[in-house]
């Protein structure tokens, strides 16, 4: 069985979202505790998102501890500013599911 964990920062978005983003979100926990494959790479096999109307979930994978760790979720417009974030945070996230 994976694991998916979350930062604190993204709890935090998670609680002010919208009942059916919460709803969508918990889906994807469960598609990543059976599959951690899936959503799109983004440079990296382990940096992935997935979409959901005009907003993208972001996550971080580890195959060897079957571990995913759900960083951030935001609007597209936002995209860039929150891909830069994790690659510039990139060890500190690695870490958490090393």
Do not use: C
Not at 32 to 60: H, I, M, Q, T
């Amino acid at each position: 069985m994976n694991e998916v964990i979350e930062t604190e920062t993204f709890s935090k978005v998670y609680e002010a979202s919208e009942k059916k983003e919460q709803q969508w979100i918990d889906k994807m926990k469960d598609q990543l505790v059976n599959a951690l494959l899936v959503g799109k790479p983004l440079r990296y096999s382990w940096f992935r998102e997935k979409k959901f109307e005009n907003k993208r979930l972001y996550y971080l994978i580890n195959e060897k501890t079957e571990k995913a760790l759900l960083v951030a979720y935001g609007a597209k417009k936002d995209q860039q500013a929150i891909i830069t974030h994790i690659l510039l945070n990139k060890e500190r996230y690695l870490k958490l599911i090393s």
